[in-house]
């Protein structure tokens, strides 16, 4: 992830950040067993 001082707020800038964000709260996908497991 980038240092968040020198990053502009713009949404080039953000979807790295959030993509990030997303994958690191994400189940493993060796525990999916239902589609609800997709769900945040």
Known sequence: MTPI???PY???ALEPRVA???ASIRKPENEWKTIEDLAL
């Open 5 to 7: 001082q020198n990053t």
């Open 10 to 12: 713009t949404r080039h």
């Open 20 to 22: 990030d964000y997303y």
